[in-house]
């Protein structure tokens, strides 16, 4: 098991422009959450989707918006880019189910917006 | 809201000596709380949670609530034990983490 995989690794977007950033949970997680890391701080929780639907949902705005497939795997799209979105753009899977709900991280996309 | 707080940017401490990294939190429930570490160049994991009340790398941490604290200690720090460290704080199982903001071990030789 890869364990939680993300894609792309690296993008450059300018402002104004729209991103997707894709996700593939650890085999048997049914929960994707995605967070934004920004440079010399701690992850930010976006949102969180569960049989294919938005749970929970940070402070962040409309343009941040997400989906879940039947699959498990999930996508984080941004519209309007601006350029305070440039952050590292963290993925996590667990398992509803599980009680230990333990959240397993992937290696993140750098996203940076000019 | 909740709120997690990780007073030092930065800690330094020499290979053997103790290190202890502070996490403060605010939140009226009874919050799990977390330990999250993320080695040079690899994706964040998690080191230990409070409610398994274990050792893991030698690190400990006792959930204080009347300090609203989470502190993490190790009696002998390792080089290997470099890295970054999160606080992270979640209202029940399935819910959202909120993290701190990090604080980075050097451990010198």
């Known amino acids: 098991d890869a364990g939680v995989t993300q894609s792309p690794t690296h993008l450059i977007k300018t402002r104004g422009q729209q991103v997707t950033l894709r996700c593939s949970p650890k085999?048997?997680?049914?929960?994707v959450s995605w967070y934004q890391q920004a440079l010399g701080q701690g992850p930010q929780f976006i949102f969180q989707?569960?049989?294919?639907?938005?749970?929970q949902r940070g402070n962040f705005p409309d343009r941040f918006s997400g989906h879940q497939f039947p699959n498990y795997s999930s996508e984080l799209n941004v519209n309007a880019l601006l350029l305070g979105d440039s952050a590292l753009y963290l993925c996590?899977?667990?398992?509803?189910?599980?009680?230990?709900?333990?959240?397993?991280f992937g290696p993140g996309t750098r996203l940076t917006v000019l | 809201a909740q709120r997690v707080t990780q007073p030092e940017k930065l800690l330094s401490v020499f290979k053997g000596a103790p290190v202890e990294l502070k996490c403060n939190y605010s939140?009226?429930?009874?919050?799990?709380l977390f330990w999250y570490v993320q080695y040079s160049r690899q994706r964040l994991q998690l080191l230990l949670r409070?409610?398994s009340r274990e050792s893991i790398k030698g690190f400990t941490a006792d959930l204080n609530k009347g300090e609203t604290s989470f502190h993490l200690k190790k009696p002998f720090a390792q080089e290997e034990d470099s890295a970054m460290y999160y606080c992270?704080?979640?209202?029940?199982?399935?819910?959202?983490?909120?993290f701190g903001g990090g604080t980075r071990v050097l451990v010198k030789p």
């Open positions: 996590a899977s667990s398992a509803y189910r599980d009680g230990a709900d333990t959240q397993y």
């Open positions: 409070h409610i």
């Open positions: 939140y009226s429930g009874s919050p799990e």
């Open positions: 989707y569960y049989e294919e639907e938005e749970r």
């Open positions: 992270a704080l979640r209202k029940a199982a399935g819910n959202k983490l909120t």
């Open positions: 085999s048997g997680h049914d929960t």
